[in-house]
């Protein structure tokens, strides 16, 4: 008999983890939510991975742009983090693919880190020399040389998907939670609903977003908070009906925090993602309209808590998204974090049928790490030169800076960075974004790579391949009219 998959939400984490389920786990999968509830709606940037995944579940991922108002996203814009000013700005580009340049031939697996160092060493403008960004800020897309990634309307998306899951005969029901009932070693046997109705399951995954119904609720596991090291408590969605197409996110600092602008096809999303601790909504809310010089209507208040579950799985309950865990939205790492924890159980399926705790335990072990180093690279980017606020004088005396992101900080500031230095775990952030951001952070003081002098083509060749190539990619609006068209 077929093992009872039960999810508990809908939103991206839901859906994802009932087509995942239907997939790779059981034909028996039943996707529980309350219509009336909604859901909290956060996270309509991705990372590439985000192709693979779609992939994964037989999904097509530019079907996702068609169907959802969605764009390409090429990377992120970060504007503003050094100084109160519209020139300082650096782009963190998602990894380029430089088999056409040929530098791969001669330093295979660190071919990317050793072009960017290239960069830094010679002190050239790293958004000018690197083919995602050059892309970007000329509102281009190349879908055959680098990796992308996708925006969405979250909304859209989650509609989207549950129509793939009707089609696949996965059970969608209407219904507000009640509780769960445990058998005498603490495994969920059913799932009861307010409307007294209730189902049987041999697994489920709590979806419930930041209520976290069932494993913090029901299975009383502790959560572990972030809140010594980041800073953000409040997000002020503020979306604008306009769209627009730009083909990556804008990150811009602003006097307490920082705004997000995600381009989509039948709007812009945009946010306001502060500390409250300095000013409070309506103080936000003025700050963003002072900012954009027009009025901005506040669409949604959204209060959180950065951190984490001990346990991403309990029992026979493994909670996917917002249950498990947050961290502000800066690197689009709440659905990245979904999708990666969804994959990573496919090296653990066989405890869905024979629960195996020294399997959950090892899963638990790099679930956490997974989550504890994004912590930490969000944190590597608040290592700013802004003083123009309390907030930002007072960022690095409240909030601390991990022990390894101080040791990479000191090994930038030296000169010197390698990839054995990077954590290599699941879900972490390989080596070039670390120099990205920290060359754009201007924490590079020195940086020698004279015993890499001789070697051809060079950089500037690399430009001229690159500048001669850009003149033949299509704008991001172009390429998406071209899509809906076929």
Known sequence: MENKIVVLGGGTAGWFSALFAKKFISNNVTLIESV???????????????????????????????????????????????????????????IDYLNDFRVKDIFSHDAKDFYIKELISKGLDLKDYQWQSILAYKNKVDDDLGRNALHFDTFALGKYLSTKATERKITHVDGKFKNV??????????????????????????????????????????????SDTLAMKKALVISKPEPSFFPYTKAIAMKNGWTFEIPLQHRTGRGYIFDSDYIDEN?????????????????????????????AWVNNCVAIGLAQSFVEPLEATSIYVTTEMLTHLKHHLNSFTNHNPES?????????????????????????????????????????????????????????????????????????????????????????????????????????????????????????DDYHNR
């Open 36 to 94: 009336d509830l909604g859901i909290v709606g956060v996270g309509e940037g991705t990372v590439p991975s985000i192709m693979d995944f779609l992939n994964s579940i037989d999904i097509e991922p530019y079907d996702v742009i068609k169907h959802t108002g969605g764009s390409f996203k090429l990377g992120i814009s970060f504007e503003r983090w050094n100084n109160d000013s519209d020139d300082d700005k650096y782009f963190h580009n998602f």
């Open 181 to 226: 009932q445990l058998n005498d070693l603490g495994f969920i046997k059913k799932i009861n609903l307010e409307d007294g109705r209730s189902f049987d399951c041999d697994f489920v995954f709590d979806c419930t977003g930041f209520s976290k119904q069932i494993l913090g609720k029901q299975l009383n596991e502790k959560f572990i908070s972030y």
């Open 283 to 311: 103080k936000a809310h003025e700050e963003v309209e002072q900012f954009y010089k027009q009025d901005v209507e506040v669409q949604k208040v959204i209060s959180f808590d950065a951190g984490r579950m001990q346990n």
């Open 360 to 480: 959950v335990k090892a899963y638990n072990k790099t679930v956490g790490k997974m989550v504890d180093n994004v912590r930490d690279f969000i944190r590597f980017h608040y290592i700013s030169k802004r003083d123009d606020t309390l907030f930002w004088k007072e960022y690095s005396k409240k909030y601390k800076l991990p022990d390894y992101v101080n040791e990479l900080v000191c090994s930038m500031k030296k000169g010197h960075l390698d990839f054995t230095q990077v954590k290599q775990t699941l879900g972490s952030f390989n080596l070039n974004s670390w120099m990205i951001v920290g060359n754009g952070l201007n924490l590079f003081t020195s940086f020698n790579n004279d015993c890499y002098k001789n070697l051809q083509p060079t950089v500037e060749n690399m430009k001229e391949y690159m500048d001669e190539r850009e003149k033949s990619v299509p704008t991001m609006k172009d390429w998406i």
